[in-house]
């Protein structure tokens, strides 16, 4: 498995998964994307320097996305996003994340009670943090 930099030529894997709900119903949106708004989306984000994207592959298989989002290089933190495409979830990729993010050091450190509504119920977010001496990979 690696991580490689999002490209254009991988839009049309992104396509398919912000419109299926059963994947965008975990990231807190719905399902309606076009290919030209994700084409334009594309081309606005590619030099903000708040977020990065990054494709997980497997043997030159489309796996999934990691996002890096709001980065704030002068507190040093960010928030991290995964999408793993459908085909793949359940395989240990990232499903369920919080297991993975436990063992590597990840604290929780709080829930925001019903953060999201997706599939037409309310859902909680857990907050998780770690420090850089606290990362065990």
Same mark, same amino acid.
């Given at each position: 498995m690696k991580l490689r930099p999002l490209e254009k030529r991988d839009l049309p894997y992104i396509y398919e998964q912000e419109n299926s709900r059963k994947? #965008?119903?975990l990231w $807190? *949106?719905?399902?309606y994307t076009s290919f030209d708004e994700l084409q334009i989306l594309y081309d606005r984000h590619i %030099?903000? &320097?708040? *977020?990065? +994207? $990054?494709?997980?592959?497997e043997n030159d298989r489309f796996i999934g996305v990691v996002e890096l989002m709001d980065i704030d290089t002068l507190? +040093?933190?960010?928030?991290i996003q995964i999408i793993i495409h459908? *085909? $793949? &979830?359940g395989h240990g990729y990232a499903q369920a994340a919080?297991?993975?993010y436990k063992k590597i050091g990840f604290i929780p450190e709080g829930t925001l009670r019903q953060h999201f !509504?997706? *599939?037409?119920e309310y859902h909680d977010s %857990? #907050? #998780?943090?770690? !420090?850089p001496h606290e990362f065990t990979f």
């Open positions: 994947v #965008m119903a $807190f *949106e719905e399902p %030099l903000d &320097q708040t *977020e990065r +994207r $990054f494709v997980v592959e507190h +040093r933190h960010t928030e459908s *085909e $793949f &979830q919080i297991h993975i !509504f997706a *599939e037409g %857990l #907050m #998780m943090g770690i !420090f």
